[in-house]
């Protein structure tokens, strides 16, 4: 029997108006009457930060805004952030926004009051103490990052995708609005939630996986499997938006106190290298990464494919996994997510430096299965094949 521990001191708050609570959700914890607002342009463009911004100030809140971010958030820009918030004398950081937000956030949270760069807290050079309190506020169904105790952050100089993890890190607030969703395009709704998926999947199959995280993956697997596409064809369906958001959520509670696992590493390889969209990049390899572990654990991808329906009951292990990768296969061609080939930038050359990122990867010890380079480099070229 596997001893294990399982904790997430943030609270939680889900809701179709929940934003509009935010100022007196704040001021009921006491946490600061000078907020860092951290948003991205595409947000901020979609009318989703500035209502929050308004309603903050009419409450009496001093807020600033940091929006100098990309996609994959990158360690430049978190340190110009944690200069801003020294600069505002700020106290509390919100995060409203995709994972790029969310990560930055938490990291300017960080470096804002201790100093220091994002590699020195990755590589263990300085503590994780002091760290301002963090709320966020998920505006895609994705990563989860609104309950995780990690950010992923892009080293500007070598292209390494770091993540920062300690239990510090946890939001001390989640604000969970399904409305916020409801602007998403289709192909970042697609993308998101198969990121989601892929969270659900490593947290519960991981090497470092408990009982709690697995339960939460199998609902969040169930719920995203049956929400997604619908999801992505009708971004205004309250009940589809609704259910992605809550399987994120559940996803994110599967890993955040275990693990991710090879796909991921992949995934932020080739995110660090090219820029990919961190949910397009898990999708192109999750297939394959399943296929080289199902080989050597079939009871248990067995039961992924029955958990998301591609499986009955009546299917033996083999023809289970069979239809879980045919499954995972088909949803997301029907989300028209693009092929590793046809990623702008990819090349064949390249691959021994995705699989030499893949290898540094903290997860990649977390895989399932014992992977190497050799295996890493074969999921490539056959990621490329298709």
């Excluded at 519960?204 to 995203?224: D, L």
């Amino acid at each position: 029997m596997k001893a294990f521990s399982y904790f997430c001191s943030t609270r939680i708050e889900m809701g179709s108006g929940k934003t509009k609570e935010l100022p007196a959700l704040l001021q009921s914890r006491g946490i600061g009457k000078s907020v860092f607002l951290v948003s991205d342009p595409g947000v901020i463009r979609a009318g989703l930060v500035g209502p929050i911004q308004s309603a903050l100030a009419e409450a009496g809140f001093s807020v600033t805004l940091f929006d100098a971010l990309s996609q994959n958030p990158r360690d430049i820009e978190c340190l110009e952030g944690a200069a801003l918030f020294r600069e505002a004398a700020a106290e509390v950081v919100v995060a409203v926004g995709g994972g790029s937000a969310m990560d930055t956030g938490k990291t300017i949270a960080l470096c804002g009051p201790n100093g220091g760069a994002p590699a020195d807290y990755a590589d263990g050079r300085l503590p994780y103490t002091n760290i301002a309190p963090i709320v966020c506020i998920p505006t895609t169904a994705g990563t989860g990052s609104e309950v995780t105790r990690s950010a992923v952050i892009t080293e500007s100089t070598t292209h390494r995708k770091m993540t920062l993890k300690h239990a510090a890190l946890r939001p001390t607030l989640a604000v969970l609005d399904p409305v916020l969703t409801y602007s998403v395009p289709p192909a970042v709704t697609a993308a998101t939630g198969v990121d989601a998926l892929v969270h659900a999947i490593e947290g519960y199959t991981c090497k470092v996986t408990n009982p709690i995280s697995q339960a939460f993956g199998a609902k969040a697997m169930q719920t995203i499997v049956r929400a997604l596409p619908a999801a992505y064809a009708n971004g205004q369906d309250e009940e589809a938006r609704h259910a992605m958001l809550e399987g994120s959520l559940m996803a994110g509670l599967c890993f955040g106190s275990a693990d991710v696992a090879a796909v991921h590493c992949l995934a932020e390889a080739l995110g660090g290298l090219y820029d990919t969209p961190h949910g397009v990049a898990n999708s192109v390899f999750l297939p394959y990464v399943l296929k080289f572990n199902a080989a050597d654990n079939k009871p248990m991808h067995a039961a992924l494919a029955r958990y998301m329906g591609f499986a009955s009951d009546a299917d033996n292990e083999d023809q289970a996994i069979d239809k879980l990768i045919g499954g995972i296969t088909e949803l997301t061609q029907s989300l028209q997510i693009p092929r590793l080939k046809d990623l702008p930038g990819v090349r064949e050359e390249d691959f021994p430096r995705i699989v030499e990122l893949s290898m540094k990867n903290g997860s990649t010890p977390s895989n399932v299965r014992t992977i190497t380079a050799e295996d890493y480099l074969a999921i490539l070229q056959e990621a490329y094949r298709a």
